[in-house]
């Protein structure tokens, strides 16, 4: 079989895509691409915007490969230019849409079924969860979605934050008391809803 090996080294991919290698970047682009649109996408909160912002994103990244410092993940430093580009993309827009987060569908695993009862039970935790969620102010909502919905690791979400880790910490935990006030009480822990953070 002629040419690279499947799993090249991220680092290696960057290097060729530094020397202008068009392939390499695209693989970067399709490994990076599902989790970028998902960030855009809590940020805008529309699936056109974040297309755009994600691709936008990937270019300005292309662009700046030259600043990108070796030996450091890719991947934190792409998602912070891809949060950039939609808050950018948004701030343009001169307007603020909700956040609208929305839960994976579960499927029960195995050969048994999960009875009516049970699967409108799961669907309305699910509603009341994201109801509460999309109450929140909108930092708390990024911060909730970065960590749970996007899986990002601490590390990610503070170079996408621009903070500390320690900082990513203490408002993921902020974001949790309010998120349990708001689950318990109904009401935004702060007397903020989502529409006003």
Known sequence: MEGRPLDETESGLVERARRGDVRAYEELVRRYQDIAFRLAYTILGSVEEAEDAAQEGFVRAYHALDRFRRGTPLRPWLLTIVANAARTRRATAARRPALTLQAAATHPSGDWAESPEAVALI???????????????????????????????????????????????????????????????????????????
């Open 123 to 197: 669907a309305e935790q699910r509603r009341e969860l994201l109801g509460a969620v999309n109450a929140l102010r909108i930092d708390d909502q990024r911060v909730i979605a970065y960590r749970y919905f996007l899986d990002l690791s601490e590390a990610e979400m503070a170079a996408v934050l621009g903070c500390a880790r320690g900082t990513v910490k203490s408002r993921l935990s902020r974001a949790l008391g309010r998120l349990r006030q708001q689950l318990v009480t109904g009401a935004p822990a702060s007397g903020e809803g989502g529409r006003h953070g």
